[in-house]
């Protein structure tokens, strides 16, 4: 945790923390008013919803209320958000009947090694006397690290209670391209982990179709896999149950680990972001057992990289096919 109350011009706060968990995580946290309530604000503290329009021009609008039974009404309006990199939201708030302030926030969400994510808020004020007027009056310095101490000790207990991993990436290409990417056979050489190649891949794109490949690893080691595709709705859904195979199409074991679940189900959502692509990955076993959803909710770690791997193969590829073109 770092935070600073000088800038240029004397008329900022910034609190920074460096969270264990992925960046996809920490913004639902934030974005997501019913995970907010359990950690927006310092130790002690309850908020109140009133509203929340997560979207530019929306205004979010609460109640905190103090451990002494103050209460603190708040409201912010959106005024940029980019997804899973930056919010910014004019804020005006104080206590109840008392003084208060205003002032410009923005929230940058960063990926840093280890798949953690560094969080970052930066308040600027409109007078260096106001700044300094926040830091006293609301011991705002000391609330903004306890803050985000909240937020690091409540998103473990939001991994545990989804039972689902979630990963994001934007693309610089139209949803269009990207979704041909995802589902015609000609296009999916990028499929699997980083260093793998594909040497075999069949698909039946339709409810109840299967997609069948053969990953390659480097040293030569045959790794089979398929789909069974639940749902399609071009371009912006695409719902299939992932697992473990064999040459013949049968399903198996993962090679590596005895008790990863058999069947993962896996939804893949394709949201346009002006000329980029955001695609967002929530994978969760099906049917697990006690000892496979263990295994799968302590992996987290190794499917960012998994995961990561395999978009950053999709993203070269992507770029590849454009410059081509």
Same mark, same amino acid.
């Given at each position: 945790?770092?935070? #600073?109350?000088?800038?240029?011009?004397?008329?900022?706060?910034?609190?920074?923390?460096?969270?264990?968990?992925?960046?996809?995580? =920490?913004?639902? &946290?934030?974005?997501?008013?019913?995970? =907010?309530?359990?950690?927006?604000?310092?130790?002690?503290?309850? /908020?109140?919803?009133?509203?929340?329009? @997560?979207?530019?021009?929306?205004?979010?609008?609460?109640?905190?209320?103090?451990?002494?039974? %103050?209460?603190?009404?708040?409201?912010?309006?959106?005024?940029?958000?980019?997804?899973?990199?930056?919010?910014?939201?004019?804020?005006?708030?104080?206590?109840? #009947?008392?003084?208060?302030?205003?002032?410009?926030?923005?929230? !940058?969400?960063?990926?840093?090694?280890?798949?953690?994510?560094?969080?970052?808020?930066?308040?600027?004020?409109? !007078?260096?006397?106001?700044?300094?007027?926040?830091?006293?009056?609301?011991?705002?310095?000391?609330?903004?690290?306890?803050?985000?101490?909240?937020?690091?000790?409540?998103?473990?207990?939001?991994? *545990? %209670?989804?039972?689902?991993?979630?990963?994001?990436?934007? @693309?610089?290409?139209?949803?269009?391209?990207?979704?041909?990417?995802?589902?015609?056979?000609?296009?999916?050489?990028?499929?699997?982990?980083?260093?793998?190649?594909?040497?075999?891949?069949?698909?039946?794109?339709?409810?109840?179709?299967?997609?069948?490949?053969?990953?390659?690893?480097?040293?030569?080691?045959?790794?089979?896999?398929?789909?069974?595709?639940?749902?399609?709705?071009?371009?912006?859904?695409?719902?299939?149950? /992932?697992? @473990?195979?064999?040459?013949?199409?049968?399903?198996?074991?993962?090679?590596? *680990?005895?008790?990863?679940?058999?069947?993962?189900?896996?939804?893949?959502? @394709? &949201? #346009?972001?002006?000329?980029?692509?955001? =695609?967002?990955?929530?994978?969760?076993?099906?049917? %697990?057992?006690?000892?496979?959803?263990?295994?799968?909710?302590?992996?987290?770690?190794?499917?960012?990289?998994?995961?990561?791997?395999?978009?950053?193969?999709? &993203?070269?590829?992507?770029?590849?096919?454009?410059?081509?073109?």
């Amino acid at each position: 945790m770092t935070t #600073e109350n000088t800038s240029s011009a004397d008329r900022e706060i910034i609190i920074s923390r460096v969270l264990h968990a992925p960046r996809e995580l =920490v913004w639902q &946290a934030w974005t997501d008013p019913k995970h =907010v309530i359990h950690w927006w604000g310092p130790r002690g503290f309850t /908020n109140t919803t009133k509203r929340h329009e @997560f979207r530019v021009g929306g205004v979010w609008e609460h109640v905190m209320h103090g451990p002494d039974g %103050a209460n603190y009404p708040n409201k912010s309006t959106f005024k940029e958000i980019v997804p899973l990199e930056r919010i910014t939201f004019l804020h005006g708030g104080g206590r109840e #009947e008392g003084p208060g302030a205003t002032f410009t926030a923005t929230w !940058t969400f960063e990926t840093v090694e280890g798949g953690k994510t560094k969080l970052t808020g930066r308040m600027v004020f409109p !007078t260096s006397e106001a700044r300094d007027f926040v830091a006293r009056e609301f011991g705002a310095i000391e609330g903004g690290k306890q803050t985000l101490e909240r937020l690091g000790e409540y998103l473990p207990k939001m991994t *545990a %209670a989804a039972g689902e991993f979630v990963i994001s990436r934007i @693309f610089s290409a139209p949803r269009e391209l990207v979704w041909q990417c995802w589902t015609d056979v000609k296009h999916m050489q990028w499929w699997g982990p980083k260093g793998v190649t594909i040497s075999h891949a069949k698909i039946d794109f339709r409810p109840g179709g299967i997609f069948h490949y053969c990953m390659r690893t480097p040293d030569g080691q045959a790794m089979w896999g398929k789909w069974v595709i639940r749902e399609i709705a071009a371009p912006q859904r695409l719902v299939f149950v /992932n697992s @473990f195979s064999d040459e013949a199409g049968g399903l198996t074991r993962h090679p590596g *680990a005895a008790d990863w679940p058999l069947e993962m189900l896996s939804t893949i959502t @394709f &949201a #346009e972001q002006g000329k980029q692509t955001l =695609v967002t990955i929530r994978w969760q076993p099906i049917n %697990a057992t006690a000892a496979e959803q263990k295994t799968f909710d302590e992996g987290h770690a190794s499917m960012n990289q998994g995961w990561g791997g395999s978009l950053e193969q999709l &993203a070269s590829y992507l770029v590849t096919i454009q410059k081509n073109a």
